[in-house]
Structures are given as C-alpha cells and as structure tokens.
C-alpha cells in the first residue's frame, strides 16, 4: 500500500496564493504519476495537475495553467503544488493522488492511491 500525507491549504482572499505539499510513504516503488485532484461542493472530483517519478513530466489542467506549479522532491517521495492568482472558482477540497504505471493520471474514477485531503477557500 502507497500512504499519503497532505499539508497546506486554508483560507485565502481572491488573487493570494497557497501552497500544498504531500509526501508519500509505503510501496511508493509501484506508482509512477503523483498530483492533485480537487472537488468542489456539488461537482465531480476533477484533475489539477500531476508530475511523472520516472520522466519528470508535468501535466496540468487546462483551468489551472499558468497560475499552478508542480514540483516534486525526490529524495523526500513528495511533491508540491504551488497555486498563485487564486479565484473563488479554485475554492474545493483538493486530493493528493498517486498512480501506478500504465494507467490514467487524470480520470478521477481511475487507480489512484488518495490522500485524505485538504480544503482550499478562496473568499472574494
């Protein structure tokens, strides 16, 4: 089993920025892919972006391009996720995830191994 531990979020005012962190602990060696997902109140639990162990690439919804970064510690199995120019939109509980090989790092309803999760407000 792949265990995950998140930090950060909180209560920001619209255009601040917050940092999340998760590190990952247990049989980390079977997963490939590790980021974040995020649900709002009343909606699907959706991709935010995610980083590749094994090539380094970075993936990021499109709804969060140019605003978010990924990046990972290797040495520390974690990975953060750096959100600037936050809007109430962004408001959620967002999901530390990490993915075997050969399989979907962006369905939600895909195999992840979750983190318990962390709420983000943004207030106007």
């Known amino acids: 089993q792949v265990q995950l531990v998140e930090s950060g979020g909180g209560l920001v005012q619209a255009g601040g920025s917050l940092r999340l962190s998760c590190a990952a602990s247990g049989r980390t060696f079977r997963t490939d892919t590790m980021g974040w997902f995020r649900q709002a109140p009343g909606k699907e639990r959706e991709f935010v972006a995610a980083?590749?162990?094994?090539?380094?690439?970075?993936y990021y919804a499109d709804s969060v391009k140019g605003r978010f970064t990924i990046s990972r510690d290797n040495a520390k199995n974690a990975v953060d996720l750096q959100m600037n120019s936050l809007t109430p939109e962004d408001t959620a509980l967002y999901y530390c995830a990490t993915t075997p090989p050969g399989e979907s790092y962006y369905l939600a309803n895909g195999n992840h191994y979750w983190g318990q999760g962390t709420q983000v407000t943004v207030s106007s």
């Open positions: 980083i590749s162990w094994s090539s380094g690439s970075i």
